[in-house]
């Protein structure tokens, strides 16, 4: 079976730092791109940053720019999400996803291969 499977959420103070990580099931990252969601409750899904299957090219949302690393380390067939200085509004469900490569660094809601089942990222003090 293919799915992509998140870990590494949980609860965090403000300040605080976490690592997401995105595996695959059945299947290569490598031939992706990659890239991260989230949900907040009430809230439409954001795009939070996104990977071209090289590695060489990545975005981030406005809200996350110089907080948040996207990388991939794809001998072990997994990318990762790097969050730190967290704040209470990054509080959501984060999703990994996957996207044809033709997209380089850019991760259409709309159109994707794999959409993983979320892991919960909880800032409170």
């Known amino acids: 079976q293919l799915h992509l499977v998140e870990s590494g959420g949980g609860l965090v103070q403000p300040g605080g730092s976490l690592r997401l990580s995105c595996a695959a099931s059945?299947?290569?990252?490598?031939?992706?791109?990659i890239g991260w969601f989230r949900q907040a409750p009430g809230k439409e899904r954001e795009g939070v940053s996104c990977?071209?299957?090289?590695?060489?090219?990545?975005s981030y949302a406005e809200s996350v720019k110089g907080r948040f690393t996207i990388f991939r380390d794809n001998a072990k067939n997994t990318v990762y999400l790097q969050m730190k200085s967290l704040k209470p509004d990054d509080t959501a469900v984060y999703y990994c996803?996957?996207?044809?490569?033709?997209?380089?660094?850019?991760?259409?809601?709309?159109?994707?291969?794999?959409w993983g089942q979320g892991t919960q990222v909880t800032v409170s003090s």
């Open positions: 996803t996957a996207h044809r490569p033709e997209y380089g660094s850019r991760c259409p809601k709309l159109d994707y291969a794999f």
């Open positions: 059945g299947f290569l990252l490598d031939y992706y791109t």
């Open positions: 990977i071209s299957n090289s590695g060489g090219s990545s």
